[in-house]
Nanobody, 118 residues
C-alpha cells in the first residue's frame, strides 16, 4: 500500500492550495481516506476525511467552510482543496487510509509541507 501526498507549498494568507493523495495497493471503497496535519510542537490532528464507498465527508471545526475534500475513484486519488488559508494552517499535511472493517488497518503517506505567510 502506498499513499503519495503532494501539492504543498508556500502561500500568503488568504491564498489557496490543492493537496493530492495518490493511493495504490488497496481497494478504495473499503477505506476512509483522511488528511491530518502536524504543526511544529503540536500533536497531529485530523483535518478531514472521506468515506470511500459512499463519499461521506468530515471536517474539523477549524477548517469547515474553507477546506473541501473530494475523491476520484477512477484515479484512486483524494484531494483537499485549501481556501482562505491562515497562518495557523501551517503544518505538514499527511494523508492516511483507514480500513472500514475488521481487522483494523491504517496506512500513512509521507507529508507535504504547507506554509502560510501573514
Amino acid at each position: 500500500v502506498q499513499l503519495q501526498a503532494s501539492g504543498g507549498g508556500l502561500v500568503q494568507a488568504g491564498g489557496s492550495l490543492r493537496l493530492t493523495c495518490e493511493i495504490s495497493g488497496l481497494t478504495f471503497g473499503d477505506y476512509a481516506i483522511g488528511w491530518f496535519r502536524q504543526a511544529p510542537g503540536k500533536e497531529r490532528e485530523g483535518v478531514s476525511c472521506i468515506e470511500g464507498r459512499f463519499g461521506s465527508t468530515f471536517y474539523a471545526d477549524s477548517v469547515k467552510g474553507r477546506f473541501t475534500i473530494s475523491s476520484d475513484k477512477d484515479k484512486n486519488t483524494v484531494y483537499l482543496q485549501l481556501n482562505s488559508l491562515k497562518p495557523e494552517d501551517t503544518a505538514v499535511y499527511y494523508c492516511n487510509a483507514d480500513f472500514l472493517a475488521i481487522p483494523i488497518k491504517r496506512f500513512w503517506g509521507q507529508g507535504t509541507q504547507v506554509t502560510v505567510s501573514s
